[in-house]
């Protein structure tokens, strides 16, 4: 019955809000949050089905924030797709669960949110 959570953690609000616009669209849930140090304290009382986190962002980035989520137990098994318009994936931890470069293709953002976690209302809901 309830939807399922994305989590979107990125220091542009315009690019905030047209993550969650797409993916209210398709049914999803969003949370938002403009950087990882909001995200941790997000992730201490929610539990979002994804993450999707930028790399490049002021204080702690993308990459710090990802290990310092990866450091608590509870949070290891939550995916996480880190975006960039400028890092290279090759250059990124390889246990993360996607890359999307920036700016993205929504119908590939879509696509790759349903792969993760499937469909928002995909618990036997018609």
Do not use: W
Request: some cysteine; charged content about 25%.
């Amino acid at each position: 019955m309830s939807s399922k959570t994305v989590l979107v953690v990125d220091d542009e609000p315009v690019l905030r809000t047209i993550v969650r616009e797409i993916l209210h669209e398709e049914g999803y849930a969003v949370i938002e949050a403009a950087d990882g140090r909001v995200m941790l304290e997000i992730m201490a009382r929610a539990r979002p089905d994804l993450v999707l986190m930028d790399i490049m962002m002021p204080g702690s980035d993308g990459r710090e924030a990802y290990r310092q989520l990866r450091s608590h137990p509870e949070h290891r098994d939550v995916p996480v797709v880190m975006m960039s318009a400028g890092v290279r994936p090759i250059r990124l931890d390889p246990s993360i669960a996607g890359f999307m470069a920036k700016p993205f293709d929504v119908s590939q953002l879509v696509e790759l949110v349903a792969r993760l976690i499937g469909h928002p209302h995909a618990n036997g809901c018609a």
